[in-house]
């Protein structure tokens, strides 16, 4: 079956340490995003990319990188300079925005 | 800016109790898509229906209806004899105009609802 499969499902990270958090998808979706979960705050975009070797920042990029080598993968890097890290993160695809998003399960990162 | 504006943050109903989930939003766009999704507790987002800026007609799908009124900007969305299986946060999402290429979904803050026995 397609889908977006995230990984792993959860993180612990030290302070001062960079993580990856991956997401691959076999859907054939040209476009992919990440997106940051806190409590009452909703989904708030982090990076998003349309096509590969082409990324844009959301509206929380700080302290965040992505890479996007391959249709199938768009990893999201947490890096030390994001002071707050503990999140859930969810990675989504689609084809076309108007059809919506299919998202993966998310990874729950928490700092130690 | 597009903004979508969920007012309820949560909502508790007894199990057979109706429930409505307001939604309002703000585009300057005259085509747009509205979205409904569902977050149970494992996380994933779940697609529920999409509506497009054109039709306003509401919608029916088993226990679940949606009322749209571009008069208002509101994409309101019920459950009727809600059951314990639909605690969850649901989330609102409008579309940016359709350019032909991807773009991006505007989120609303969400509505916990919990429904007991």
């Known amino acids: 079956d397609g889908g977006i499969t995230q990984s792993p499902k959860y993180l612990f990270r030290k302070e001062g340490q960079n993580v990856t958090l991956s997401c691959e998808q076999n859907l054939n979706h040209d476009a992919m995003y990440w997106y940051r979960q806190d409590p009452g705050q909703g989904l708030r975009l982090i990076y998003y990319?349309?096509?590969?070797?082409?990324?844009q920042k959301g509206d929380i990029a700080e302290g965040y990188s992505v890479s996007r080598e391959k249709k199938e993968s768009f990893p999201l890097t947490v890096t030390s300079a994001q002071k707050n890290p503990t999140a859930f993160y969810l990675c989504?695809?689609?084809?076309?925005?108007?059809?919506?998003?299919?998202f993966g399960s998310g990874t729950r990162l928490t700092v130690v | 800016a597009q903004k979508v504006t969920q007012a309820q943050t949560e909502i508790s109903v007894v199990e057979k109790e109706d429930v409505t989930l307001d939604c309002v939003y703000e585009t300057r766009d005259t085509t747009y898509y509205l979205f409904w999704y569902k977050q149970p507790p494992s996380g994933e987002l779940v697609f529920l229906i999409r509506?497009?800026?054109?039709?306003?007609q509401n919608e029916i799908s088993g226990r679940y209806s949606w009322n749209f009124q571009k008069s208002t900007s509101s994409f309101n969305f019920t459950i009727t004899a809600s059951q314990v299986v639909d605690s969850a946060v649901y989330f609102c999402a409008l579309s940016e105009a359709d350019t032909g290429t991807a773009s991006k979904l505007t989120f609303g803050t969400g509505t916990r609802l919990q429904v007991t026995l």
């Open positions: 990319s349309q096509i590969v070797n082409d990324f």
């Open positions: 509506r497009n800026s054109f039709d306003e």
């Open positions: 989504a695809s689609t084809r076309d925005t108007n059809y919506g998003y299919t």
